[in-house]
């Protein structure tokens, strides 16, 4: 089946920094990549979607600038936690749609634990 | 907008109990409907879904029927086992347009032995 690599599932940073979260497709091309934040004990926000070749989408309230979505190929997407603050520590997961028609599914990546101190 | 909604958790229940998570949602037309499961410190998996009405998706010994005229996607195992301990999340998307998952709050389901 359908497989999503992300790495790196764990990450510390010193506040201040950038640290970059990659997502790849392992078997499958992803012209659509979806990026979820989860907090302890919550449901996934949906932070963007990323489309293969163009400009990520953003969900309302999200910062574009703090955190940057390239998709430059079919088969990654990266986010890019910019100048991070201890507010940014959480987990971060990607998905990629997979398949046509009524096939179709979502795969997720195994989730990024950021930690920013 | 499409939306989602789960019975509240957590859940616990002893092993070999009858499980039911209810879920409704809100949408028009015929959008597909997902069952995830996320074990702790992971990512979400497929657990099961189905794509139009009466339609019923298994796996595991889980089952949810696509109910148009209740708007649910209740999720039922007959005899659950300590390693379902899990957090449980139903979602819908559609085929076309944004594509997005919307997903419901989650239900953590605790087994005991």
Known sequence: ?117 | GDSVTQMEGPVTLSEEAFLTINCTYTATGYPSLFWYVQYPGEGLQLLLKATKADDKGSNKGFEATYRKETTSFHLEKGSVQVSDSAVYFCALSRIQGAQKLVFGQGTRLTINP
């Not at chain 1, 910019?82 to 979502?106: L, M, N, Q, V």
């Open chain 1, 1 to 117: 089946g359908a497989v999503v690599s992300q790495h790196p599932s764990w990450v510390i940073c010193k506040s201040g920094t950038s640290v970059k979260i990659e997502c790849r497709s392992l078997d499958f091309q992803a012209t659509t990549m979806f990026w979820y934040r989860q907090f302890p004990k919550q449901s996934l926000m949906l932070m963007a979607t990323s489309n293969e070749g163009s400009k990520a989408t953003y969900e309302q309230g999200v910062e574009k600038d703090k955190f940057l979505i390239n998709h430059a190929s079919l088969t990654l997407s990266t986010l890019t936690v910019t100048s991070a603050h201890p507010e940014d520590s959480s987990f971060y997961i990607c998905s990629a749609r997979d398949g046509t028609g009524f096939a179709y599914g979502y795969t997720f990546g195994s989730g990024t634990r950021l930690t920013v101190v």
